[in-house]
């Protein structure tokens, strides 16, 4: 083995184990990025100055809206990992859908799930639901970043071959006696601190004053983002490459770019809202 390669370091799945009893890593990605996710929300509905007036939910709304966001992430990547990803191992065995513990969850799956979350729930409260689009998108990258680190450390989603001389090149203990990419880091840093980082300089500038801005530019960016991720990942052995050697992943990231689009050209045609006059 070339003296450059890095074998992969052994992490127990586990992050808590009390006898039978154990919590994994993949599921405090979740906790973490939906707790950090809406603490980060609260910061951004209580600060008045990045909004055009008051913020457009209240935290007691925002607090409610949590568990209906979780749901959407839960039942949507479930979803859309057995639609996308597994769907004739499913139909074969279909008490396995119901087997969260045992991985499989997909981003664009739950997205949709968020969606159809911020479109019911600000459509009962009479929320713009642009603007809680903005929100939810302005804390994804959170969750993002925890998810792939948990990805690296279950050893799983690991990337395509590397040539040996790369010096983070790692031998994955599921992955052949070959050196491959780290692609869950590449993804942690593009999907997450990138994408965050960007999103946030964007809400100091007044973007949430542009309902739909934050949210076409998220969808836009994490779309361009995963595309160039799936270049170094592996993809999944029971789906490989598709269409002229693309992966599912870049298949439906694709739509993204084109709704991202729209949604930043009719957040900058619309405008901000002009601020409440008050009441003489």
């Given at each position: ?104 969850m ?12 911020v479109m ?59 050196p ?37 530019s998220?969808?836009l ?31 439906l ?13 009719f ?13 003489r």
């Amino acid at each position: 083995m070339p003296l450059l390669l890095i074998n992969f370091p052994s992490f127990d799945p586990n992050a808590i184990a009390i006898g039978p009893f154990a919590i994994r890593w993949y599921a405090l990605a979740y906790i973490g990025g939906i707790v950090l996710g809406w603490i980060y929300a609260r910061a951004l509905v209580k600060t008045d100055r990045l909004w055009s007036g008051p913020a457009p939910i209240s935290l007691v709304q925002l607090d409610d809206f949590i568990l209906w966001v979780t749901l959407g992430i839960i039942l949507g990547g479930r979803t859309g990992y057995v639609l996308f990803y597994n769907l004739p191992f499913f139909i074969e065995h279909p008490a396995a859908i119901l087997k969260l513990w045992e991985g499989g969850m997909s981003f664009h799956g739950g997205f949709m799930g968020c969606v159809v979350a911020v479109m019911w729930f600000a459509s009962r409260n009479r929320i713009s639901i642009l603007s809680l689009g903005d929100i939810t998108t302005a804390v994804g990258p959170i969750g993002l970043f925890l998810g792939r680190l948990a990805n690296f450390i279950n050893g799983e989603l690991w990337g395509r071959a590397a040539d040996p001389s790369l010096p983070w090149a790692m031998i994955f203990p599921t992955g052949g006696n070959i050196p491959r990419h780290p692609s869950q880091l590449y993804e942690a840093g593009m999907e997450g601190i990138l994408l965050f980082t960007v999103l946030a300089v964007m809400i100091r500038l007044g973007a949430l004053k542009r309902p739909g801005m934050i949210l076409g530019s998220f969808i836009l960016i994490y779309g361009l983002t995963r595309i160039i991720g799936e270049h170094f990942r592996e993809p999944d052995a029971q789906l490989g490459f598709l269409w002229g050697g693309l992966t599912m992943g870049m298949l439906l990231s694709i739509p993204m770019l084109i709704v991202g689009a729209i949604l930043i050209v009719f957040a900058v045609r619309r405008g901000a809202p002009k601020p409440l006059q008050a009441i003489r």
